[in-house]
């Protein structure tokens, strides 16, 4: 993580030079990527965990169950009913979307049989879909598709000192889900264990929506969606630490932040001094996992 932190402050379009330059560009432009990279990278990573916890499935993630699109809908009506209104409030409608458009979706795979555990994957993906299509529909409409286009496809250009901050909100979130961790983690055994053992899960789903809706709004907000890195880490620190939480969060979040930090660096390279966005590469390496991950689940069952 010390070499990837390292060289994001090295790279970019410009060069770093000595003095007082190497110091402001420092200050105002390779640091604050940095940084909204990492906090990014861990708070989609815990926020995804925490959807797997909920869901009671490992399919599943903030940008493939409609959190993301949902945000990106209240992004839109934003647009249209209060254009000229702050950054904090568009932040504002953002999460209360997402956190209707999940709490929704957790209703819904509550319906379904839990035989096929790919029935949740799929029907988050096409739950998504359809909000992702209203939300095209509606920018379409009203001449916003390049407006949406800057929210659904998350890149760190942008990113500068005073165009960052409010993602310390998805630190503060991967805090309190620390300190929730172990009820977290009872929760993800089901609502009748969960009761039998004292905890009340109205209010640990409640908590853990609030997380997930919080952390992708702010996410979506200040850099654009950033797709499966609620997938992937979780999965993977589920085969080296184990389901319990709060034992294999800390690695959780390092590694969701190295990931995405990883993929912006990679964008600054592979087509250097030009840009890929980090949501492309995420988008490629993301899919490619996800799918194997759904043919070893095949494979299990057959």
Same mark, same amino acid.
């Given at each position: 993580?010390?070499?990837?932190?390292?060289?994001?402050?090295?790279?970019?379009?410009?060069?770093?030079?000595?003095?007082?330059?190497?110091?402001?560009? %420092?200050?105002?432009?390779?640091?604050?990527?940095?940084?909204?990279?990492?906090?990014?990278?861990?708070?989609?990573?815990?926020? &995804?965990? $925490?959807?797997?916890?909920?869901?009671?499935?490992?399919?599943?993630?903030?940008?493939?169950?409609?959190?993301?699109?949902?945000?990106?809908?209240?992004?839109?009506?934003?647009?249209?009913?209060?254009?000229?209104?702050?950054?904090?409030?568009?932040?504002?409608?953002?999460?209360?979307?997402?956190?209707?458009?999940?709490?929704?979706?957790?209703? %819904?795979?509550?319906?379904?049989?839990?035989?096929?555990?790919?029935?949740?994957?799929?029907?988050?993906?096409? !739950?998504?879909?359809? %909000?992702?299509?209203?939300? &095209?529909? $509606?920018?379409?409409?009203?001449?916003?598709?390049?407006? $949406?286009?800057?929210?659904?496809?998350?890149?760190?250009?942008?990113?500068?000192?005073?165009?960052?901050?409010?993602?310390? *909100?998805?630190?503060?979130?991967?805090?309190?889900? !620390?300190?929730?961790?172990?009820?977290?983690?009872?929760?993800?055994?089901?609502?009748?264990?969960?009761?039998?053992?004292?905890?009340? !899960? &109205?209010?640990?789903?409640?908590?853990?929506?609030?997380?997930?809706?919080?952390?992708?709004?702010?996410?979506?907000?200040?850099?654009?969606?950033?797709?499966?890195?609620?997938?992937?880490?979780?999965? $993977?620190?589920?085969?080296?630490?184990?389901?319990?939480?709060?034992?294999?969060?800390?690695?959780?979040?390092?590694? &969701?932040?190295? *990931?995405?930090?990883?993929?912006?660096?990679?964008?600054?390279?592979?087509? !250097?001094?030009?840009?890929?966005?980090?949501?492309?590469?995420?988008?490629?390496?993301?899919?490619?996992?996800?799918?194997?991950? *759904?043919?070893?689940?095949?494979?299990?069952?057959?």
């Amino acid at each position: 993580m010390t070499a990837l932190f390292f060289l994001s402050l090295a790279l970019g379009a410009g060069r770093l030079g000595t003095g007082s330059d190497a110091v402001w560009l %420092l200050a105002v432009s390779r640091l604050p990527r940095t940084a909204a990279a990492m906090l990014a990278g861990a708070g989609l990573a815990v926020a &995804g965990v $925490i959807m797997q916890m909920l869901a009671r499935n490992r399919f599943v993630e903030p940008a493939t169950v409609g959190t993301g699109q949902a945000a990106g809908l209240g992004l839109v009506a934003v647009a249209l009913l209060a254009p000229g209104a702050p950054l904090w409030f568009r932040m504002l409608v953002a999460m209360a979307s997402a956190l209707l458009a999940t709490a929704g979706f957790l209703a %819904l795979v509550r319906r379904l049989p839990f035989r096929d555990p790919l029935l949740v994957p799929l029907t988050g993906i096409v !739950y998504g879909g359809i %909000l992702a299509a209203v939300t &095209g529909f $509606i920018a379409y409409e009203n001449d916003l598709l390049q407006y $949406i286009d800057i929210w659904m496809n998350g890149e760190f250009s942008g990113v500068m000192l005073g165009r960052y901050e409010f993602l310390w *909100l998805a630190g503060a979130a991967t805090l309190v889900a !620390y300190a929730f961790a172990n009820r977290f983690t009872i929760a993800g055994m089901g609502e009748e264990m969960s009761l039998s053992l004292g905890l009340s !899960y &109205g209010q640990v789903m409640a908590l853990g929506l609030a997380i997930v809706s919080v952390v992708t709004a702010v996410t979506v907000v200040t850099v654009g969606m950033l797709p499966f890195v609620g997938l992937v880490v979780p999965n $993977i620190a589920s085969q080296l630490r184990g389901d319990h939480l709060r034992r294999s969060l800390p690695l959780l979040a390092s590694a &969701g932040a190295g *990931l995405v930090l990883t993929c912006d660096i990679l964008g600054r390279i592979i087509w !250097y001094p030009y840009e890929i966005p980090v949501g492309t590469i995420l988008g490629v390496i993301g899919a490619a996992v996800f799918i194997w991950m *759904l043919q070893g689940r095949r494979a299990d069952a057959g």
